[in-house]
């Protein structure tokens, strides 16, 4: 009677493996045909790699707030800005905190730099 329970249970198991590895390739083929379909209808290179992120992508609200600055401050106080945060958490060690003021400056270079080359001063 024992036997009996053990062998459901082992293909019950088997089943559930199974049944998971075959949604892990439907998710994983449905998430690149919905970028393939994406670049195909013209979407926005921005929504393909926001989509490609998985929306993880800091906002320039939070950049601005990591690195202390304004919508006002020039670039060059921005980078000063980060030259000094990342190095103050180089040296107190604390690597997510520099990671996030890395991540901010990335965030604010690709919003200010394509305004710079639209706007040449």
């Given amino acids: 009677m024992l036997g009996v329970g053990l062998q459901a249970a082992r293909i019950l198991a088997n089943l559930i493996v199974m049944g998971s590895g075959i949604m892990i390739r439907a998710l994983a083929q449905a998430y690149r045909q919905a970028l393939a379909n994406a670049s195909k209808t013209g979407a926005t290179q921005e929504a393909?790699?926001?989509i490609k992120r998985g929306g993880k992508m800091m906002t320039e609200s939070e950049a601005r707030q990591i690195l202390g600055?304004?919508?006002d401050t020039p670039w060059e106080e921005?980078?000063?800005r980060y030259d000094k945060l990342?190095?103050?958490n180089t040296q107190s060690g604390s690597f997510y905190l520099q990671s996030k003021?890395?991540?901010a400056k990335e965030?604010?270079?690709?919003i200010e730099k394509p305004e710079q080359q639209q706007n040449p001063s």
């Fill in 78 to 80: 921005i980078v000063k």
């Fill in 101 to 103: 003021v890395v991540r």
């Fill in 107 to 110: 965030c604010l270079e690709s």
């Fill in 69 to 71: 600055v304004t919508e």
């Fill in 48 to 50: 393909v790699n926001t």
């Fill in 86 to 88: 990342f190095e103050r």
